[in-house]
């Protein structure tokens, strides 16, 4: 992990943590997401938003928030059997409008994922973006 962004927030039941490599340059748009500690075999989504709060939500905390809503990050993936998802973050297709990054923009991101008959989430990781 290179340290792309910061960490905030606490984790869910589970323990995941997300981290990103990459770089947080909107030029280079290389930036990935992982999250890892998920249960394996269990399908998950990342999503991000510009505000950060704390929401009980199933086993977790929904540590992001959005003054435009939240924007999903698609496709959903499967943890697999090592337990973790990833999604390389495509800067030039935003989900909507209103989830555009661009530099200096500050996003929150936040994978939630299947654990049990609920849900669980990672902590929170918030990114700067640069040129």
Known sequence: DCG???????????????????SASVSAN???????????????????????????????????????GLFRLQPVTNSGSAGELSHALDLTAPPLPGGAITPGSTWNFQAWFRSGGTSDLTDGLSVTFTP
Not at 4 to 13: A, L, P, T
Not at 35 to 61: H, K, R, S, W
């Open 30 to 68: 290389d930036l990935i997401l992982r999250a890892e500690g998920v249960p394996p075999g269990v399908n998950g989504i990342f999503f991000y938003g510009d505000l950060q709060t704390a929401v009980l939500l199933g086993q977790g905390v929904r540590c992001v928030g959005g003054s435009a």
């Open 4 to 22: 792309v962004g910061q960490n905030y927030c606490v984790s869910g039941q589970n323990g995941a943590l997300i981290s990103a490599d990459g």
